[in-house]
């Protein structure tokens, strides 16, 4: 069965570094989204992405924040200058199709994450 | 604002015996309900989903949940846990007109011999 892949699992980084966390979205899928859970928080959405474009965005995915299909099959998530407060689960998404326009809200199948910790 | 409840931290049971984690909702109109299971290291998997139509619905790994309207309620249950049903459990939402899905703040389940 086709799934969602992330790399890398565990990233550990200073305060004030570049990260990027990669994902390798289902193949077939037009939609792509990233989620974040700080630890004993709720899984909280962040991005998502559609088209080479951001088709919406929370309030947590500020400027720090930008996301990237570099080519066919990864989808990436930068933080520019990572704060300790980045620190958490980071969980890329990807579904067929999505809820925007009216359309039926279409499934989002979860890679397993990567979990950034920021010192 | 949608909102998404899983009053149930933490939750203990025997091998065999019956599992219900409770999700509540709140939100106008009906929502798109899922839930979600995290096994350690894994990711997220889809074990079902609510759209329309009958309100019970089976999952995978023997699940069903059933959506009572009345009581913006998407129950999850199993008649007979197993040790390998331990893992954390996500009850989340999307309505139509929104990309993104709202997640309660899980249930971890404990099961014992």
């Known amino acids: 069965e086709p799934e969602v892949t992330q790399t890398p699992s565990h990233q550990v980084t200073q305060m004030g570094q570049e990260v990027i966390l990669r994902c390798v979205p289902i193949?077939?899928?037009?939609?792509f989204y990233w989620y974040r859970q700080i630890l004993g928080q709720k899984v909280e959405f962040l991005v998502s992405?559609?088209?080479?474009?951001?088709?919406?965005k929370s309030e947590i995915f500020d400027d720090q924040f930008s996301v990237e299909r570099p080519d066919g099959s990864n989808f990436t998530l930068k933080i520019r200058s990572t704060k300790l407060e980045d620190s958490a689960m980071y969980f890329c998404?990807?579904?067929?199709?999505?809820?925007?326009?009216?359309?039926?809200?279409?499934?989002?199948?979860f890679g397993p994450g990567t979990r950034l910790t920021v010192l | 604002a949608q909102s998404v409840t899983q009053p149930d931290i933490h939750i203990t049971v025997s091998e065999g015996a019956s599992l219900e984690l409770r999700c509540n909702y709140s939100?106008?109109?009906?929502?798109?309900l899922f839930w979600y299971v995290q096994s350690p290291g894994q990711g997220l998997q889809l074990l079902l989903k609510?759209?329309?139509?009958?309100?019970l619905v089976q999952g995978i790994k023997g699940f069903e949940a059933e959506f009572k309207r009345s009581q913006s309620s998407f129950n999850l249950r199993k008649p007979s846990v197993h040790w390998s049903d331990a893992a954390e459990y996500f009850c989340?939402?999307?309505?139509?007109?929104?990309?993104?899905?709202?997640f309660g703040t899980g249930t971890r389940l404990t099961v014992i011999p």
């Open positions: 998404a990807s579904s067929l199709g999505d809820a925007l326009w009216g359309q039926i809200f279409d499934t989002q199948y």
């Open positions: 193949s077939n899928h037009l939609y």
């Open positions: 992405f559609y088209n080479n474009e951001i088709s919406e």
């Open positions: 939100y106008g109109a009906t929502p798109y």
């Open positions: 609510y759209f329309s139509g009958d309100t």
């Open positions: 989340a939402v999307g309505i139509t007109g929104a990309n993104n899905l709202f």
